[in-house]
T-cell receptor, first 111, second 116 residues
Framework: TQLLEQSPQFLSIQEGENLTVYCNSS?????LQWYRQEPGEGPVLLVT?????EVKKLKRLTFQFGDARKDSSLHITAAQPGDTGLYLC???????????FGAGTRLFVKA | DAGVIQSPRHEVTEMGQEVTLRCKPI?????LFWYRQTMMRGLELLIY????????DSGMPEDRFSAKMPNASFSTLKIQPSEPRDSAVYFC??????????????FGDGTRLSIL
């Protein structure tokens, strides 16, 4: 069983549509990170959320950390082909050295 | 600024051969991580170093895998002998781990390894 469950696994949408992807766990975390990985490249950090209920915005991307700090969501408004990629959520284990990644949501935005 | 640099970008070799992957972390970073990514298993941490010392190698799949970090600017991941099931994209990442939590990891562009 994965520590972090991401859904959906795959998502294919038209340009201009809105979408939400989820990262869920039964564990409580002190913080959670979202990365985006584009084809042929390594993951790049988008945001870190640390407070229960926290909402962070990055242009058309809105990230929310659940009140109980067990889950998070990423909402994209008016998706563009440039948003295509693998979205990974990640947490850092107790002790602060080891980052554990979810399996990711693979997003494809069609022009 | 130079990011994490990995070489080679692609490697195709026959099973049984030795494979060496190389990584140059971002200057000033004190932690280095090796990951393997496949469609089936996602992104798996193999080993990480802090101040050039291996801290956790519990993700290294078998004795055929070994990693070294002889200095702060260079690390290698070696597979000997290689097998077809080792085919994957291998990423190196570096980070500045300090008392401040949630430091991001900076990834290289990966080495796509194919074992025939």
């Amino acid at each position: 069983t994965q520590l972090l469950e991401q859904s959906p696994q795959f998502l294919s949408i038209q340009e201009g549509e809105n979408l939400t992807v989820y990262c869920n766990s039964s564990s409580v975390f002190s913080s959670l990170q979202w990365y985006r990985q584009e084809p042929g490249e390594g993951p790049v950090l988008l945001v870190t959320v640390v407070t229960g209920g926290e909402v962070k915005k990055l242009k058309r991307l809105t990230f929310q950390f659940g009140d109980a700090r067990k889950d998070s969501s990423l909402h994209i408004t008016a998706a563009q082909p440039g948003d295509t990629g693998l979205y990974l959520c990640a947490v850092i284990n107790t002790g602060g050295f080891k980052t554990i990644f979810g399996a990711g949501t693979r997003l494809f935005v069609k022009a | 600024d130079a990011g994490v640099i990995q070489s080679p970008r692609h490697e195709v070799t026959e099973m049984g051969q030795e494979v060496t992957l190389r990584c140059k972390p971002i200057s000033g970073h004190n932690s280095l991580f090796w990951y393997r990514q496949t469609m089936m298993r996602g992104l798996e941490l193999l080993i990480y170093f802090n101040n050039n010392v291996p801290i956790d190698d519990s993700g290294m799949p078998e004795d055929r895998f070994s990693a070294k970090m002889p200095n702060a600017s260079f690390s290698t991941l070696k597979i000997q002998p290689s097998e077809p099931r080792d085919s994957a994209v291998y990423f190196c990442a570096s980070s500045l781990l300090a008392r401040t939590p949630n430091q991001p990891q900076h990834f290289g562009d990966g080495t796509r390894l194919s074992i025939l």
